[in-house]
């Protein structure tokens, strides 16, 4: 038997090589495929990024048109999915609508047990689109509204917000978007994407892999935690409570506040910080910094008290309230982004390809353990 002890929820612990995302946790750098994160999210788009993530260099102009193109062209869903997505409870929260619908679209989808290289680009493709007409959809049906068909003269961001509302989203809430879909698209062997490429690995389908990831996704301890962040300053705010006192008392009882901490980054998540600016900004230009300044007040609280720093999920829960966002998509919106990381992996695993199998530290009864049959037991 071995001896040796495994760490706890794999920390520390490399399980692969990537190309792809880079982080220094210590020093609070994320770069994907070299690129500092704060040059993409001032500088670049979210197509663009993806591009980069799926190809390893920036685009040139028509690598980029047609890259945008070929996203644009699968922006729509087959109508047995509409019909699906019409079925299901009004009372679905559209995540688990989300993790249904996507295992489904491999049902239509012309080479669905294929994982070459060019299949597995192709299908990329389509989830990256897919995957946003979906939570428009579901919202647009449970609201007993028309869905809103894409329009192609918009950005993928722009498309998002213009399909879920019915309305042409200004440049301001355009942008802000595009910078959050940026922002989330990767993030090395984060819960989500070392579950899809656990499952791309076994040559399983790139769907499977895919819906994986989007249940590893919806936990609270991972990109569930935006969705729980927001539903604490519901919280406060409807009791007209402090929100220091309020986060106090629940580092009392031991209970953890929803974006802070990382089990990567040891001082600020870099991006936090154009979140942070984000909601800030967002909140002011729309006569209603409420959140911000709450989130604020908590930040500082949690920063001093247990010496945590606010991770993603925080500033993004206060920055799709001030969008207009309801608290349930906040959760499918990382997935309307991640979507290009998660794409990114299980290309790269499927483009060198090894089962990944560990092992388990065994820490049950002693071998071997006599058999009793049941008449003695
Ligand atoms: C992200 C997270 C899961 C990382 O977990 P981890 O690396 O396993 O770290 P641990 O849960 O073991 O936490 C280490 C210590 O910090 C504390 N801690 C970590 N995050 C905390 C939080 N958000 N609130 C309060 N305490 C926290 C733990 O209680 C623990 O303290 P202890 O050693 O006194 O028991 C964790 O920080 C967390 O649960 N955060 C809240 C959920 C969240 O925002 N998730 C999104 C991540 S992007």
Known sequence: MATAVAAKGLE????????????DGDAGVLAYRGIDIHDLASHSTFEETTYLLWHGTLPGKTELEAFSKQLAAARHLPPQILEMLRTFPKTATPMEVLRTAVSALSFYD????????DSNVRKSFDLTAQIAVLVAAFDRIRKGKNLVEADPSLSHAGNFLWMLTGEKPSETATKAFDVALILHADH?????????RVIAATLADVH?????AIGALKGPLHGGANEAVMRMLFKIDKEGADPV?????????KKKISGFGHRVYHTEDPRATHLRKMSEDLGRSAHNAKWFEMSRKIEVFVAEEKKLNANVDFYSASTYTTLGIDLDLFTPIFAISRIAGWAAHVIEQLDDNRLIRPRAEYIGPEYPTKYM???QR
């Open 188 to 196: 090395e062997l984060n819960a989500s994407t070392f579950a899809a």
């Open 12 to 23: 520390g612990i490399v399980a692969a090589n990537s190309g792809i995302c880079w982080i």
């Open 110 to 117: 012309p080479d669905e047990k294929a994982v070459d290289h």
């Open 208 to 212: 499977s892999a895919i819906t994986g």
């Open 245 to 253: 006192e309020y986060v106090g008392k629940m580092l009392a009882q």
């Open 373 to 375: 049959p049941i008449g």
